[in-house]
Nanobody, 124 residues
Framework: QVQLAESGGGLVQAGDSLRLSCAPS????????MGWFRQAPGKDREFVAA????????DYADQAKGRFTINKDNSKNTVYLQMNSLKPEDTAVYYCAASPKRGMSRAPNRYAYWGQGTQVTVSS
């Protein structure tokens, strides 16, 4: 069983940066994919970025490219989402997720494990 603990959300102003952290516990294998998703009120959960646990591959949603970076610290077994130039439309609950299936995916139903979510609010 994998458990995911997110941290790093908060209230910031437009243009600021935040770094979200996701520290999994339990057995994570190199082919697992770690993803970040977000869900704004009244909207569906949407893909933000993903990285293989090996760190070899990463994928970004269009709205994240150029502003967000996903990476993994092997020494801490932690995945990060660095978010720069934040916009009010980035306001959402951000979720860390883990998929035990091989291959990068943007589909939430591919991810078997989810964290509790962390709120990110960007004021204009």
């Amino acid at each position: 069983q994998v458990q995911l603990a997110e941290s790093g959300g908060g209230l910031v102003q437009a243009g600021d940066s935040l770094r979200l952290s996701c520290a999994p516990s339990g057995a994570i294998y190199s082919w697992y994919v770690m993803g970040w998703f977000r869900q704004a009120p009244g909207k569906d959960r949407e893909f933000v970025a993903a990285i293989t646990w090996s760190g070899e591959s990463a994928d970004y949603a269009d709205q994240a490219k150029g502003r967000f970076t996903i990476n993994k610290d092997n020494s801490k077994n932690t995945v990060y989402l660095q978010m720069n130039s934040l916009k009010p439309e980035d306001t959402a609950v951000y979720y860390c997720a883990a998929s035990p299936k091989r291959g990068m995916s943007r589909a939430p139903n591919r991810y078997a494990y989810w964290g509790q979510g962390t709120q990110v609010t960007v004021s204009s």
